[in-house]
């Protein structure tokens, strides 16, 4: 079993930067993919960005290129995702999800493949 909790989020003006966190505990956090969701009210849940189990390869929506920035540090079981200049559109809440499998690609966006999910962390932009 995998636990994810999130960190970080709150309100932030337009322009401003934030840095989300993912712990995890549980099964052997280092051998698994991470994705960052985002869900907006009445909006479906839609990637944002993921990241390899070793972390040397990622995968961004490309809307999201070069604002987003997904890392992890294995020795802390965490996984991060820093935010800049933020936008009203980004608010919504976010999500880290694990698959329940090794052999997962990062180039995956459906948020069904993920299995475990923590409970979100609430982010604000205002304008």
């Known amino acids: 079993q995998v636990q994810l909790v999130e960190s970080g989020g709150g309100l932030v003006q337009a322009g401003g930067s934030l840095r989300l966190s993912c712990a995890a505990s549980?099964?052997?956090?280092?051998?698994?993919?991470v994705g960052w969701f985002r869900q907006a009210p009445g909006k479906e849940r839609e990637f944002v960005a993921s990241?390899?189990?070793?972390?040397?390869?990622?995968h961004y929506a490309d809307s999201l290129k070069g604002r987003f920035t997904i890392s992890r540090d294995n020795a802390k079981n965490t996984v991060y995702l820093q935010m800049n200049g933020l936008k009203p559109g980004d608010t919504a809440v976010y999500y880290c999800?694990?698959?329940?499998?090794?052999?997962?690609?990062?180039?995956?966006?459906?948020?069904?493949?993920?299995?475990?999910w923590g409970q979100g962390t609430q982010v604000t932009v205002s304008s």
């Open positions: 999800a694990a698959p329940n499998r090794r052999t997962f690609s990062v180039l995956v966006e459906n948020p069904s493949e993920y299995s475990y």
């Open positions: 549980g099964r052997m956090w280092s051998n698994y993919n």
């Open positions: 990241i390899n189990y070793l972390g040397g390869i990622t």
